[in-house]
T-cell receptor, first 116, second 113 residues
Framework: AQSVTQLDSHVSVSEGTPVLLRCNYS??????LFWYVQHPNKGLQLLLK??????LVKGINGFEAEFKKSETSFHLTKPSAHMSDAAEYFC??????????????FGKGTLLTVNP | NAGVTQTPKFQVLKTGQSMTLQCAQD?????MSWYRQDPGMGLRLIHY???????DQGEVPNGYNVSRSTTEDFPLRLLSAAPSQTSVYFC????????????FGSGTRLTVV
């Protein structure tokens, strides 16, 4: 079985300071990992994805994440927060399901608040 | 713009009523899925399809039916709505078995009273 744990349900930062959103996963094999962002009353947008290539993955809007197999972690970072980064962030793991369909398992989300 | 289109955006149902949530994609994606989002739960898979004519159950399928008669469309049917089905529903599609992630629709907010 696979699972994903987002270690913080809520993170609050000041504008211009670094962002760290933590995610740990468990999987019996090398998974594909994703971060999605959801702005209020909007759908989900893919921020970045890890699919067994480079362990440091760069995404949109200045976000990046590092895959650390030894720590089973895939933390999301950004050097300097912007007000527009305020949203909910989901860490997602993908594994093969029935019929070779890769099913997504979502973490419970981390709400990022950015203070002026 | 190409993408996943969900209708309606909002819906209020009475307990026991039935309805169909529509999902259409114009990217020729084989793989489509329905998720529900509840506070503090993330997204949970309801049903999915790996191609026209093929569907399967996800994590929380009870009370929902799906069909996939065309590549483009993947409607979700609520047979007899219950208050526990109050949620936000997302449809998603992928062209590569989901390995590289899914494209999500903007969601349908459903309230059952």
């Amino acid at each position: 079985a696979q699972s994903v744990t987002q270690l913080d349900s809520h993170v609050s930062v000041s504008e211009g300071t670094p962002v760290l959103l933590r995610c740990n996963y468990s999987s019996s094999y090398s998974p594909s990992l994703f971060w999605y962002v959801q702005h209020p009353n909007k759908g989900l947008q893919l921020l970045l994805k890890y699919t067994s290539a480079a362990t440091l993955v760069k995404g949109i809007n200045g976000f990046e994440a590092e895959f650390k197999k030894s720590e089973t972690s895939f933390h999301l970072t950004k050097p300097s927060a912007h007000m527009s980064d305020a949203a909910e962030y989901f860490c997602v793991v993908s594994k093969p399901g029935g019929g070779s369909n890769y099913k997504l398992t979502f973490g419970k989300g981390t709400l990022l608040t950015v203070n002026p | 713009n190409a993408g996943v289109t969900q209708t309606p955006k909002f819906q209020v149902l009475k307990t026991g009523q039935s309805m169909t949530l529509q999902c259409a994609q114009d990217m020729n994606h084989e793989y489509m899925s329905w998720y529900r989002q509840d506070p503090g739960m993330g997204l949970r898979l309801i049903h999915y399809s790996v191609g026209a004519g093929i569907t399967d159950q996800g994590e929380v399928p009870n009370g929902y039916n799906v069909s996939r008669s065309t590549t483009e469309d993947f409607p979700l049917r609520l047979l007899s709505a219950a208050p526990s089905q109050t949620s936000v529903y997302f449809c998603a599609s992928s062209s590569d078995r989901g390995v590289y992630g899914y494209t999500f629709g903007s969601g349908t907010r459903l309230t059952v009273v």
